[in-house]
């Protein structure tokens, strides 16, 4: 009888914050740039240089502790790590391993396998980014660019209590959207401004202690986070099935070949000889400056699904795609600012919207177009300015390149024609020139009058109103 197995997963979660300046340092922090642009001595690890503490990075730690609900350090401060890596300047990186900001926190997550449940959060610690390695094949040799080194990180440490792949990238899913929404960061995988560790181990059902854990590293995306690990379960059970021993270590996932490789051995606990920096001083948080963050906290996603399905009345399908983004969830609202009407904006968001994200590979995130524009766009179809059609072909051109709907328009010469007299002259000389289709439709198929309403719309180029169309026709072929 073959044994069942389990599961264990815990991650260690890095997110760059999006603070405009450095952790120790007035250096940037914008993504890109030339090689070694953003750099100064304090960053670049330079003999005498001193780190200054940058207020901001704490403010948006602590943001993220109270939305993922954790206890607040108010006396914590920052400890050395100290190993060496090329890409570490100093030799050691500023963290926090005996007094994290925040500890004891969860988030709630709900999947289909295992229902809606809480993943713990050990603790949220701040710490500084490294440098980033650009290995040159040509020259055969590594390079460093330092423009990474101390930007502000918060690493998120879970509980080990997630089961399935599912369930990590819902808890993943469930960071982002809270940070995003928080303002704290962009977190794009693509970029790694978030970064995710998975530590995982199996164990018979129902065993009380865990299995010996990997942790696995290079994870960029959700679908190579899925694929990793599903991966690193079937290699630890087909390895116990052997009888053999899983061995603790550190493996980098390739998700172009879809196969792990071990990068060095984890079976003794690494020392890294931490001790607390004597250059920056603890940081006391007092109950003034932890009921500002508070105040500030913005409505998180689950505040506004409950909103929007009580006041707009939205359905759950809508309310799941338009705040699955915070960009998405703010154009929705300033749109209804402006004037519109909700239903029809989040039809214009669910429909069109979509159909030209997908058509363009682009996510949410990306859209460019302004509330203004849209709410204009709606206005103009609501007042039968435009008719459906032309308002499809404007929204491409507001979608693609935010161009004002109202100019566009009346520059186009794309304005409903209104003018009954000169539609109904147009209508029956449609009627005139196809007697089949008149003669079909009063024959009984009624469908035959779609192709005179086509018809009537290509000599109007468009611009006439459908409905309009169709009561004309109806009343000449009466006749």
């Known amino acids: 009888m073959s044994k069942e197995y389990e599961t264990v997963i815990g991650l260690e979660v890095h997110v760059e914050l999006n603070t405009k300046t450095k952790i120790f340092c007035g250096c940037s922090t914008a993504f890109g740039g030339e090689v070694n642009e953003h750099t ?166 129902g065993a009380a202690e865990f299995g010996t854990r990997t942790e696995m590293k290079n994870l960029n995306s959700f679908k190579a986070i899925a694929r990793a690990i599903e991966n690193e379960k079937e290699r630890q059970i087909d390895i116990i099935e052997s009888g053999e021993k899983v061995v603790q270590e550190t493996r980098r996932w390739d998700d172009n070949k879809e196969y792990s490789y071990a990068m060095r051995s984890k079976e003794d606990a690494q020392d890294y000889r931490y001790f607390p920096d004597p250059d920056l001083v603890p940081i006391v948080i007092d109950d003034a400056w932890l009921e500002r963050i508070k105040a500030d906290q913005p409505e998180l996603r689950d505040e506004k699904r409950i909103r929007y399905k009580d006041e707009f009345e939205l359905p759950e399908y809508d309310i799941d795609i338009i705040t699955g983004s915070k960009k998405m969830a703010d154009l929705f609202e300033e749109t209804i600012g402006k004037g519109a009407n909700p239903k029809k904006v989040s039809n214009w968001l669910m429909v069109e ?107 109007m180029k468009g611009k006439a109103e459908p409905g309009m169309v169709n009561q004309i026709l109806k009343e000449e072929l009466a006749k």
Request: hydrophobic fraction near 35%; charged fraction near 30%; proline fraction near 4%.
């Open 40 to 205: 100064c001595p304090v960053c670049t690890g330079m003999p005498g240089s001193l780190p200054v503490l940058n207020k901001e990075v704490v403010n948006k730690a602590i943001a993220v502790g109270l939305a993922t609900n954790c206890d607040i350090t108010r006396n914590c401060k920052f400890d050395r790590k100290n190993y060496f890596y090329p890409d570490n300047p100093q030799n050691y990186q500023i963290s926090q391993l005996y007094y994290p900001i925040c500890r004891n926190g969860y988030v709630e997550i709900e999947t289909e396998e295992f229902g809606k449940k809480k993943v713990g959060i050990h603790e949220i610690h701040m710490e500084e980014d490294a440098g980033k390695l650009v290995h040159d094949e040509f020259m055969d040799c590594s390079l460093v660019d330092f423009n990474r080194s101390g930007v502000p990180l918060i690493e998120i440490v879970s509980e080990p209590d997630m089961r399935s792949a599912e369930e990590v990238i819902a808890y993943l899913d469930k960071l982002r959207l809270i940070i995003q929404y928080l303002g704290a960061s962009d977190c794009k995988l693509n970029e790694g401004s978030m970064r995710a560790d998975v530590n995982l181990s199996i164990r018979e059902k």
């Open 353 to 459: 919207t979509m159909r030209l994200l997908k058509e363009h590979d682009m996510d949410a995130d990306d859209i460019s177009f302004s509330a203004d524009n849209l709410a204009k766009l709606i206005a103009l179809t609501d007042s039968k300015a435009i008719n459906s059609s032309v308002a499809k072909e404007v929204f491409e051109h507001i979608f693609a390149e935010n161009i004002d709907p109202d100019k566009y328009v009346e520059e186009h010469g794309l304005k409903t024609v209104n003018d009954e007299g000169a539609l109904r002259e147009t209508i029956i000389k449609i009627i005139a020139d196809n007697p089949q289709s008149v003669a079909d439709y009063k024959g009984g198929k009624e469908k035959a009058i779609g192709f005179l309403v086509g018809q009537t719309m290509k000599a």
